[in-house]
């Protein structure tokens, strides 16, 4: 079964910065694809960033030129450098894989992925 595990979130002022992990394991398929979700309360799920294991990149507008999503494939391991923090960039932050590979609508529905438990970040004004 998959396991994904999130860290590296917590509260930061407007402007700052914050990178969180995914350390992911037990793969019972070959992983094509990852990304990072958010949720605010109340809300959809939103999706931020995505990485193919060729290195293809998809950003979701509202993070775009402020987050970067990298990942270690040696180490089965995603990463997110949140740059430029706002107060809206408040949620809880999730990890997530699949087998499939992902484009840009992929973000918009986020189907066939394994998740993790989630990370909160809080950005104060």
């Known amino acids: 079964q998959v396991q994904l595990v999130e860290s590296g979130g917590g509260s930061v002022q407007a402007g700052g910065s914050l990178r969180l992990t995914c350390a992911t394991s037990g793969y019972t398929y070959s992983r094509i694809c990852m990304g990072w979700f958010r949720q605010h309360p109340g809300k959809e799920r939103e999706g931020l960033a995505l990485?193919?294991?060729?290195?293809?990149?998809s950003y979701a507008d509202s993070v775009k030129g402020r987050f970067t999503i990298s990942q270690d494939n040696a180490k089965n391991t995603l990463y997110l450098q949140m740059n430029s923090l706002k107060p809206e960039d408040t949620a809880m932050y999730y990890c997530a894989a699949t087998g499939r590979y992902c484009y840009t609508e992929t973000l918009t529905h986020g189907r066939y992925f394994d998740w993790g438990q989630g990370t909160q970040v809080t950005v104060s004004s």
């Open positions: 990485i193919n294991v060729d290195g293809s990149t």
